[in-house]
């Protein structure tokens, strides 16, 4: 699907612009009606410009506006952007399992909504497309490496589970989830799901240049609520496993430094409330923005009624002297 696109930083031109033009309009009509006054035979003039005579420059006025509002729009970028198919390329998953995704604001909890929302994805991806799986919280996990079979990667997603060790390492993930999308034999993106900030191991700013260096792409995913809020658990079991999750503090996701992390390797940024939002959000990986000029057409035709606009003024509306 095609859609317009144009910067705005010319719309308080476009106004002064048309404001003038309409002042100049009126003007031009006040001097005009005077100059009539003093033709003496009306009857003449009817005849020769029409008993709308006074009214019969409206649409100069309206060819000069669309003139002007043509030229601003061409000089503001204007740009047809398409949706279009994505060439191959790999992912490597690296998903929070920390404590906080324990919090079931989306239910069942955070970690539950990401890998229905991850394996929805998977599904969605080519059949050439290679995924990897990591985890993450304290320490970081290769779940599966890079792998074309989709159900070998969603078994990858399932296996995920919360990890025993404290903390959020999300530099570890990133330098981990980057060595990981060097086994690709094409280009591989990294998308990172968390719900907290870096709290230990690397520091995010190394991660960041390793990333840069090997020219992979970080793309960051928020989940859950933005807002404070604390929630205790008991011991709870997993599998054969118990972990410990009790007194648990969910931090405040950390936007900026998310931001960040996809702004500086070319990614994307976006928070999710939900795994079908997780889901639209990583489609939209699979697509690439086609971006066509067509400022010269918008110039074209503001030049066009600008040409029209003169002959006009000059022949069928010059009607007094």
Wanted: charged share 20%.
């Amino acid at each position: 699907m095609a859609s317009l696109e144009f910067t705005s930083q010319y719309t308080n031109l476009l106004l002064l612009l048309n404001g003038l033009a309409i002042v100049l309009y009126i003007g031009a009509r006040s001097k005009k009606k005077r100059r009539a006054m003093k033709f003496g035979n009306y009857s003449t003039l009817e005849k020769v410009a029409g008993r709308n005579f006074l009214k019969s420059s409206n649409l100069l006025l309206i060819t000069k506006l669309g003139a002007i509002t043509l030229l601003v729009i061409g000089i503001s970028n204007p740009v047809i952007v398409e949706n279009v198919s994505s060439t191959k390329k790999d992912y490597v998953l690296a998903v929070d399992v920390s404590g906080s995704m324990l919090q079931g604001d989306l239910e069942p909890t955070r970690l539950d909504a990401a890998k229905r929302g991850l394996k929805s994805f998977v599904d969605a991806t080519g059949n050439e497309t290679s995924t990897g799986v990591v985890s993450f919280s304290g320490s970081v996990n290769t779940e599966q490496d890079l792998t074309a079979d989709k159900q070998e990667a969603k078994e990858g997603i399932d296996a995920l589970d919360f990890g025993e060790s404290g903390g959020t390492a999300i530099g570890d993930a990133i330098f981990s989830s980057v060595s990981t999308a060097l086994q690709s034999n094409g280009k591989a993106e990294v998308i990172l799901v968390t719900d907290g900030r870096n709290n230990v191991g690397s520091d995010v700013n190394s991660s960041i240049r390793f990333a840069r260096q090997n020219n992979v792409t970080v793309n960051t995913y928020g989940i859950g609520s933005r807002k404070n809020s604390t929630q205790e658990f008991g011991t709870i079991e997993q599998g054969d496993t118990e972990v410990n999750a009790s007194r648990q503090t969910f931090p405040n996701l950390d936007t900026v430094q998310l931001e960040r992390v996809a702004n500086e390797t070319g990614g994307n940024f976006t928070v999710v409330e939900s795994s079908a939002g997780l889901t639209r959000g990583l489609v939209e990986l699979e697509e690439e923005k086609r971006r066509r000029d067509i400022s010269r057409f918008f110039v074209f035709g503001a030049l066009a009624l600008l040409l029209l606009e003169w002959v006009l003024g000059n022949t069928r509306f010059d009607i007094l002297p």
